[in-house]
């Protein structure tokens, strides 16, 4: 039975401002920890996105899972961006995700330390040509640093349903790389919107795909990319009934 709507909103009111209560406490209990060592900043992020999956499902009866073979070596991982909550399932499913992001996120309170801390890679979205140079060469740089590379190839969270054109960036960093790609699909923004208060319960679900291995040409990787994303997303929209 579904709940009251006005009752489901309050929970996700509630769901909502512990969430950043709990960013703020777990961000000041490790701290100390993640400056002497990165690895603490990883542990940080971790326990952040269990108890947002575990505080969800609690207070708003939305449920979440994680399909297909997580990957454990260095990859690059591209993912379908519908809202925060693929965000917080991808990380927390992988060893040790880093994203791109955008720059404006360092900035955020408590979150843009920590991203920096983990290997995010901030870019100026605004300024297209010199973005992707520079996300190319601070991948470069950062190496030395191993996890799974995560770029979201639309560029912006997308809403179920809504077509948007899959980026040139994805495909350079495959090409420049050399590893084998890793697609993920999701339904999640079915449940937790771009925007907006409300959560509805429900099954949320981040699905990692086949890896596409290296040596597709740049347009070839986009097509296939795309084709995979889209096609599984919708699959799982359609599974959760939208």
Same mark, same amino acid.
């Given at each position: 039975?579904?709940?009251?709507?006005?009752?489901?909103?309050?929970?996700?009111?509630?769901?909502?401002?512990?969430?950043?209560?709990?960013?703020?406490?777990?961000?000041?209990?490790?701290?100390?920890?993640?400056?002497?060592?990165?690895?603490?900043?990883? $542990?940080?992020?971790?326990?952040?996105?269990?108890?947002?999956?575990? $505080?969800?499902?609690?207070?708003?009866?939305?449920?979440?899972?994680?399909?297909?073979?997580?990957?454990?070596?260095?990859?690059?991982?591209?993912?379908?961006?519908?809202?925060?909550?693929?965000?917080?399932?991808?990380?927390?499913?992988?060893?040790?995700?880093?994203?791109?992001?955008?720059?404006?996120?360092?900035?955020?309170?408590?979150?843009?330390?920590?991203?920096?801390?983990?290997?995010?890679?901030?870019?100026?979205?605004?300024?297209?040509?010199?973005?992707?140079?520079?996300?190319?060469?601070?991948?470069?740089?950062?190496?030395?640093?191993?996890?799974?590379?995560?770029?979201?190839?639309?560029?912006?969270?997308?809403?179920?349903?809504?077509?948007?054109?899959?980026?040139?960036?994805?495909?350079?960093?495959?090409?420049?790389?050399?590893?084998?790609?890793?697609?993920?699909?999701?339904?999640?923004?079915?449940?937790?919107?771009?925007?907006?208060?409300?959560?509805?319960?429900?099954?949320?679900?981040?699905?990692?795909?086949?890896?596409?291995?290296?040596?597709?040409?740049?347009?070839?990787?986009?097509?296939?990319?795309?084709?995979?994303?889209?096609?599984?997303?919708?699959?799982?929209?359609?599974?959760?009934?939208?």
């Amino acid at each position: 039975m579904r709940r009251f709507l006005p009752l489901q909103w309050v929970l996700s009111l509630i769901f909502v401002v512990q969430m950043y209560l709990s960013m703020l406490v777990i961000g000041l209990v490790f701290l100390i920890p993640a400056l002497i060592d990165r690895r603490h900043a990883h $542990s940080a992020c971790r326990s952040f996105c269990a108890w947002v999956q575990l $505080s969800l499902a609690l207070l708003t009866g939305l449920r979440t899972e994680v399909r297909g073979q997580v990957p454990r070596d260095e990859v690059l991982i591209a993912a379908k961006h519908q809202s925060f909550l693929d965000i917080i399932l991808i990380f927390g499913a992988v060893p040790r995700g880093k994203f791109i992001m955008k720059k404006e996120l360092i900035w955020a309170p408590i979150l843009g330390w920590y991203a920096l801390r983990i290997g995010c890679v901030p870019v100026d979205r605004g300024k297209r040509g010199a973005a992707i140079t520079r996300m190319m060469a601070d991948v470069k740089s950062g190496a030395s640093l191993p996890g799974q590379l995560i770029i979201y190839p639309q560029g912006t969270r997308v809403a179920p349903g809504v077509k948007a054109p899959y980026k040139v960036g994805a495909a350079l960093l495959y090409d420049q790389l050399g590893q084998d790609c890793v697609p993920v699909a999701t339904n999640v923004g079915l449940f937790w919107p771009k925007r907006g208060i409300l959560r509805k319960p429900g099954l949320a679900v981040v699905e990692f795909l086949p890896a596409i291995a290296p040596g597709l040409s740049n347009d070839a990787f986009t097509a296939r990319l795309a084709e995979e994303i889209e096609a599984t997303s919708d699959r799982l929209a359609a599974e959760a009934g939208r």
